[in-house]
Each structure stands twice: as C-alpha cells, then as structure tokens.
C-alpha cells in the first residue's frame, strides 16, 4: 500500500481548490482523480529577490507538520488537511518548512478542518 501524504487545500462550497496556483484552468482539484502538475522553474516573489525552484504540488509527509503549516496564513478562509496519493518527490528548496513537491497528486479525502490562528 503507499503511504499517504497531506496537503492543504481550500474548502469553497464543498469543493477543494488549490491556495494559489491554477491546476490545468482553474483552482480546483477534484477528489479521487489523478492530477498532473506543471512542473517548470517558478518563484515566489519578484524575480530579483526569489530564488528559483522546480514547481509541483505542495505536500507533507506527516500530518501534524501539515496542520502546523496552517500558522502561515493569515487571511480567514476554509481551510481543511487533505490526505493523498503522490507520484515523485522532491524538497522545496529554502523553504522554512519540511514541505516537500510532487508531480502527481490525487487527493483521496479531507481528514481536518484547520483554523487560522488570529494575529494581533
């Protein structure tokens, strides 16, 4: 059996979407189907001050460092920790966190509602 891995995504009327990057046309990431991600060089941020990095699906090999991810957020939105099946690995190179990219993805069921912790 593979082993599962979790992601978070955004809960909109009962359908799950990815946080920022378009899957194929849209945000939407269907439930049971395998998805292809558009792996190619990206950066977060402008040009001069990001470092460059190959691009996938973001996930998480334990669950607790996904929910914990949560703390990265500040504008309230549903979000919920997904559980999934992945195809290839690799780590996000200089991100703070041990999340890793996949170029395969199908998501199998939502396992946590994840509350937005409230910043002062």
């Known amino acids: 059996m593979n082993k599962m891995y979790y ?3 955004e809960r909109k009327n009962g359908k799950l979407y990815t946080l ?3 899957v194929y046309v849209s945000r939407y990431m269907p439930i049971n189907i395998w998805l ?3 792996v190619e060089e990206v ?3 402008s040009k001069k001050t990001a470092k460059a990095y ?3 699906f973001h996930v998480f090999k334990d669950a607790d ?3 914990s991810f949560i703390k990265m957020f500040r504008k309230p939105r549903d979000l919920v920790m997904v559980e999934c099946e992945i195809g290839n690995t690799w780590p996000k190179e200089h991100s703070r ?3 890793l990219l996949t170029d395969k993805i199908k998501l199998i069921c939502v396992v946590k509602d994840l509350k937005i912790p409230k910043y002062e």
């Open 7 to 9: 992601r978070i995504c």
């Open 20 to 22: 920022f990057h378009k």
């Open 36 to 38: 292809d991600a558009r």
């Open 43 to 45: 950066r977060d941020g």
């Open 54 to 56: 190959k691009s996938g």
């Open 65 to 67: 460092e996904c929910a």
């Open 97 to 99: 966190s041990n999340v």
